[in-house]
């Protein structure tokens, strides 16, 4: 049967409620955070079997702590997610059914994309024909906005991507929903959005980008693992393991671009 | 705690006192010293006192109508475990008012003795009864057919004019009343008190409780002045300590602060800073998001497999895209790319003009006489941007401003790290920005061929 | 994906026996405080459903619970019946107390009743955010720096407080009531829209005012979730002044935490 759970438990999934998703750098300190404070016994290589103590008390709840790869650096992540889909998680009131409805409209994007990108313009487009209500430009691009920082979506430079998160949380929603059109990694055989694709039309395997690094390491001349063709594409360098604590999930490698004037600048642009 | 509230309740011939009300007075004994304002009414006479309680027990005795008490300790009560509901609206008051003209009748009625004290009480003003002037001003909160000697509706009328005056010079003095170097609240209440004697029927006494609630309201204010125990709390500094803690750079403190400027700038992270700090007071449960089960699964609409199997064939897709998109463009319209040139042209020539002086995005647009060539200049500027020709920066206002980039910065393609951005200009818009930055005439003229068709 | 679909199917199953129930239910809409089940309609309750469908529903009012706090709004105990428990009615009591040992027991939070005439409930956390956390357990809301400041001033003007006083002081700290904030937007609509209906903050008007004036009272949620002696703390700090040096405050700041242990 399953163990109760200590306050150090419930501490550690206070915080995984609140941040939705930690890296599991951040996972191990919080682990020995969580048991320090409480004067709980602390093994470092526990954090699998402490994890499971509080999924045994979720699960009734539909939720979960869950473990995955992040397709930016390659590196593991823990999300918090809830499994059921019912009237009751309907109700649930951060975004309004328009919201989700570009929500969905972008995974739709998305997913049909070579590479796991939305472009902003192409979701701005569809924001004219949402079936609940339709949205405005400005307000579109607020709701994006909320989306990123609720970290749902990942932003560069006008491209959207699903996060960690959101794929951890929606991988077999996906899988249900789109069918043939989601692809396996080749590599980690995990869902794969954000990746190279093999350029022989018959092969078409699909790589995560981190995945690709790690599988053409050192090689000079890569082939496809599934045809052997030459893999044309650049082959990305390995991301540096992350060091403590930082979140972001950008692997951006581009300087900060140019500042460029927000929707929002004709109207803060009076001068006083 | 000074915890101050404002409490009626009434008393009836055959009921007596509230239960509440009477605990209380039973409660406070007379070494508390607790400052209130009583208001007693007795017999259709109404007494105010504004200090200690001790002497209250002994008139509790006597046949009151109602009472009104300012207590300024509800704590004080609480402890004795009595829990008062708290009102302090007209209705009640009119309630009491007409149990009292009741009680009145009976007694006039019952009791000679009563009756002529009574008719003393009132100053003489006692007349042969007459009929009842059903007097349609009346609101009809006493019951109809008083037999009352005092519903001459002139008399009436001078008494709510003069409570009136007196509750405006209230409302109006009220910095006056609150100054602790004088009693001007007494006085306004024994004036009130001098008008109440006349007052017979339920309307006018509406308009005493009215003033009544003011002036109890100002006595509060006045007790929480006065009986302010250890350190005070002054909300201004408190501002102060907060500007220090959430990391005010104080630029300009030489400068003169006495007229209510603010100087100095908060660094962007203030509140969060402030709130890191507040969260240890909170114990606020954190929530559970998720995105799984927010909507119902539908699968995606038809069209995209069909469009997808149409894009196959295009691998490179991405890389493709410009040349694509700049075909589409020379079947279209031809004109757009000569306008752009000359969009260039003009950019670059205000910029060699004076290389260091930033040009406004805005000004560089906007034509003051053409809403329509506004739109077309944003429209064809926007491809110098996306090709990477000229860039659009925030200056040190956060206003945009617009650059071209010179011949070895040009990227192919403009393949630079590009940022999109929705720019939306609407006439009432464009009108404000030509009127923010004084735009007088347009830097981009207007094109030859359009002058010529004019 | 199985679960998925199991969930799924009990969901539309419920629906259909709710559907049939119609009759009965229908009288149902408002507070079943009025209709408390007798001993022996518990009892009949208690042997219609089986254990496991009980357990059902207290994951689910779990569930509904979160749901609804997402945006600290109080939750009516009137929805919760309506929304989640609905035929299980008999077994209300049974069900919410087994809810709030999970929100105990799971998530170390507390269920507590803020208004007990109309039965509205809100969720407290029973941890407190420590010192070197190597991430916030908090979300890390600027309103939350707002809140504190306001519900201070009121703490420490005596429990009530003119709105005058604290739009005055929040513009000496670049919040401007009348402007659109960096952090909060629309800032009049945070406090008293927001604010009150959280339950953070009252705002009633001052009867006999003209023109019309209001004051600000602590709300039931922040009576129990905010800690006045914390708060006393934390004004000390920046004054660099002993919390005991505001006598009155210090006095009702204990006598809370004495009478909440």
Request: glycine fraction near 4%; hydrophobic fraction near 35%.
């Amino acid at each position: 049967m399953s163990r109760p759970m200590g306050d150090s438990h419930k501490r550690f999934l206070q915080t995984l409620m609140s941040n939705g998703i930690v890296s599991s750098l951040q996972a191990k300190a919080l682990h020995r955070h969580c048991c320090e404070t409480h004067g709980a016994h602390y093994s470092p290589d526990r954090l699998d079997e402490f994890i499971d103590v509080i999924n045994a008390q979720l699960q009734p709840m539909f939720m979960h702590i869950r473990k995955g790869m992040s397709e930016e650096d390659g590196l593991q992540y823990y999300a918090l997610v809830n499994m059921a889909e019912t009237d009751v998680t309907r109700m649930s009131s951060d975004y309004a059914d328009n919201e989700l409805e570009l929500f969905r409209k972008t995974m739709d994007l998305i997913v049909d994309s070579e590479n796991g990108t939305a472009s902003s313009t192409d979701i701005l487009n569809c924001a004219d024909s949402l079936k609940s209500k339709k949205m405005k430009k400005k307000e579109t691009e607020h709701v994006l906005n909320k989306f990123v920082q609720d970290k749902w979506l990942n932003e560069k430079q006008g491209e959207y991507t699903l996060s960690t998160r959101c794929i951890i949380e929606m991988e077999q929603y996906m899988r249900m929903i789109y069918q043939d059109l989601i692809k396996m990694c080749f590599v980690c055989h995990n869902v794969a959005f954000q990746s190279q694709i093999c350029e022989n039309t018959t092969c078409g395997i699909k790589m995560h980008l981190p995945c690709v690094a790690r599988y053409f390491k050192g090689r000079s001349d890569p082939h496809c693992p599934s045809c052997n063709d030459f893999w044309t594409h650049e082959i990305p360098e390995i991301q540096q393991a992350q060091s403590q604590g930082s979140q972001s999930q950008s692997s951006s490698a581009v300087p900060a671009p140019n500042p460029t004037p927000s929707t929002s600048s004709t109207r803060r642009s009076r001068r006083s | 705690m000074e915890n101050i509230k404002i409490w009626m309740a009434w008393w009836s011939p055959e009921k007596g006192w509230d239960p509440l009300v009477y605990a209380y007075l039973k409660l406070v004994s007379p070494d508390l010293r607790v400052p209130c304002l009583h208001v007693i009414i007795v017999n259709g006479k109404k007494f105010c006192k504004y200090g200690p309680c001790s002497k209250l027990t002994g008139i509790v005795e006597s046949k009151m109508c109602c009472i009104i008490i300012l207590l300024h300790s509800l704590k004080q009560l609480e402890s004795g475990g009595a829990v008062i509901q708290i009102k302090t609206t007209i209705t009640l008051y009119k309630r009491a008012v007409s149990l009292m003209s009741d009680s009145r009748r009976r007694v006039s009625r019952g009791s000679q003795e009563e009756s002529a004290s009574h008719a003393n009480g009132m100053g003489g003003r006692s007349r042969p009864d007459r009929a009842a002037d059903t007097g349609d001003e009346d609101d009809g909160a006493g019951p109809s057919g008083i037999h009352e000697e005092d519903d001459d509706p002139a008399r009436r009328r001078e008494i709510r004019s003069q409570y009136r005056d007196l509750i405006n010079s209230v409302q109006q003095n009220r910095e006056d009343m609150l100054n602790p170097a004088n009693n001007k609240l007494i006085d306004v209440l024994e004036e009130a008190n001098k008008l109440f004697a006349n007052v017979r029927q339920a309307r006018e006494a509406a308009l005493d409780a009215q003033l009544l609630v003011l002036a109890t309201d100002l006595g509060r204010e006045k007790a929480s002045q006065l009986h302010a125990e250890g350190s005070s709390f002054d909300p201004s500094a408190f501002a102060e300590h907060l500007l220090s803690f959430m990391g005010l750079n104080r630029l300009e403190e030489e400068e003169d602060d006495q007229d209510g400027c603010l100087y100095g700038y908060l660094p962007p992270d203030a509140w969060q800073r402030l709130s890191k700090r507040a969260e240890y007071c909170f114990r606020t449960a954190p929530s559970f998001h998720y995105m799984l089960g927010s909507f119902l699964a539908e699968p995606p609409p038809p069209r995209q497999r069909v469009e997808r199997q149409r894009k196959a064939p295009s691998k490179e897709a991405k890389r493709m895209m410009p040349t694509q998109l700049k075909k589409m463009e020379e079947s279209h319209q031809e004109a757009t790319e000569k306008e752009v040139e000359r969009i260039l042209g003009c950019l670059q020539s205000y910029y060699s003009d004076d290389p260091q002086s930033p040009i406004s995005y805005y000004e560089f647009v906007v034509d003051p006489a053409s809403f329509s060539r506004t739109v077309e200049n944003i429209f064809h500027t926007s491809f110098l941007i996306r090709d990477g020709l000229a860039r659009i920066y925030l200056d040190d206002s956060k206003l945009p401003c617009i650059a071209p980039v010179e011949e070895g910065e040009v990227e192919p393609g403009g393949a630079a790290a590009r940022h999109q951005c929705v720019i939306s200009v609407s006439p009432a818009s464009w009108r404000e920005i030509i009127e923010a930055f004084e735009i007088k005439e347009a830097l981009i003229p207007t094109p030859k061929t359009l002058t010529q068709e004019n | 994906m199985s679960q998925r679909k199991r969930v799924a199917a009990v969901g539309s199953q419920t629906k259909h026996f709710r559907r049939s129930q119609q009759v009965v239910l229908d009288e149902d809409d408002g507070d079943m405080s009025l209709t408390q089940p007798t001993s022996s309609q518990v009892q009949k309750a208690r042997e219609n459903f089986t254990p496991v469908q009980v357990d059902r529903k207290v994951a689910e009012v779990v569930q509904f619970i979160l749901i609804k706090d997402q945006k600290k709004i109080p939750i009516r105990r009137a929805d919760i019946a309506k929304h989640v428990i609905k035929e299980y009615k008999a077994l209300y009591q049974d069900i919410m107390k087994r809810a709030d040992r999970t929100f105990e027991q799971v998530f170390g939070l507390k269920l507590v009743e803020i208004d007990s005439k109309n039965h509205i409930y809100i969720l407290v956390n029973k941890l407190q955010p420590v010192p070197g956390e190597p991430i916030s357990m908090c979300p890390g809301n600027p309103k939350t720096g707002l809140l504190f400041v306001i519900l201070s001033i009121i703490f420490m003007k005596g429990g009530t407080v003119k709105e005058n006083v604290v739009w005055n002081t929040l513009k000496k700290l670049r919040v401007d009531v009348g402007e659109k904030h960096e952090d909060f937007g629309d800032v009049k609509k945070v406090i008293i829209d927001e604010f009150v209906r959280q339950k953070y903050l009252e705002y009633v008007r001052i009867p006999h005012t003209d023109p019309l004036e209001f004051e600000f009272r602590w709300g039931q949620r922040a009576e129990k979730e905010v800690s006045k002696m914390k708060v006393l703390e934390f004004i000390g700090e920046l004054h660099n002044q002993e919390p005991q040096s505001w006598t009155q405050q210090y006095r009702e700041a204990t006598s809370v935490e004495t009478s909440q242990r």
